[in-house]
C-alpha cells in the first residue's frame, strides 16, 4: 500500500510576506511579527492509499498531533495555545512544569522539533506541553513573553517563565526541562 501526502495551500508560496523572506540564513528571525502573516493561509492535506482520496483541511504544517482546548491542562500531549488560551491553561496546570513552543509555520526548524517535541511530551506526563503559532493574531503574547527567534521555548514554573532554550537543541531542552522538574 502506497501512501502519498501533499500539501497544498489557498495562496501561492509567493503572496506571504513571511514565508517568502525566510531565507536559510534568517529562518529563525521573525518577520511574521512584523508583516504579514502565514497563519492566514488555509491549508488542506490530501492523504491517499490505493485508491482512497480523502482530504482534511486546516492542518497544521508543524503537527498533526496537537489538540485546542479551553482551559484544560492537558499532558500526554501537545496542545496547541492562542493568545487567550495561553494564561489559562497555565493557571489550570498548578504545579505542573509547564513547557510552551513558540513556532511559525514557515520556520524549517521549528518543523523539524514538531515530533521531537511531540515525543517528549508522550514521554513526560508530569508535564504539560503546549504551542503557540507566532502569528499576526498572536502577535501580542509573544510580545509579552518577548521572542526574538523561532523556535523557542519557554519552560513555567508556577506561572513564571524560569527557562528558555532558543534554536532547535532537543538535547538542551530535555536537559532544561529536567532541571526545572527536579528544582
Not at 491542562?73 to 505542573?96: L, R, S
Amino acid at each position: 500500500m502506497a501512501l502519498r501526502l501533499s500539501i497544498s495551500s489557498s495562496h501561492g508560496p509567493a503572496s506571504s510576506p513571511a514565508i517568502s523572506t525566510c531565507r536559510p540564513a534568517a529562518c529563525g528571525r521573525f518577520p511574521a511579527l512584523v508583516g504579514g502573516s502565514a497563519a492566514s493561509q488555509k491549508r488542506s492535506l490530501t492523504v491517499m492509499t490505493g485508491s482512497e482520496m480523502r482530504g482534511v483541511t486546516a492542518v497544521r504544517s508543524s503537527s498533526l498531533e496537537t489538540t485546542s482546548v479551553g482551559a484544560e491542562a492537558v499532558t500526554g500531549q501537545v496542545t496547541e495555545v492562542n493568545k487567550d488560551t495561553f494564561w489559562p491553561i497555565v493557571k489550570a496546570a498548578g504545579d505542573k512544569v509547564v513547557v510552551l513552543d513558540m513556532y511559525t509555520q514557515w520556520c524549517g526548524p521549528c518543523k523539524v522539533m514538531a515530533p521531537k517535541f511531540q515525543e517528549m511530551s508522550e514521554k513526560n506526563l508530569d508535564v504539560v506541553f503546549l504551542k503557540l503559532d507566532c502569528n499576526q493574531d498572536n502577535k501580542p503574547l509573544a510580545k509579552e513573553l518577548g521572542i526574538k527567534v523561532v523556535p523557542t521555548f519557554k519552560i513555567l514554573k508556577d506561572g513564571k517563565v524560569v527557562k528558555e532554550v532558543t534554536g532547535a537543541k532537543i538535547d538542551e531542552l530535555a536537559h532544561a526541562i529536567e532541571t526545572v522538574k527536579s528544582s
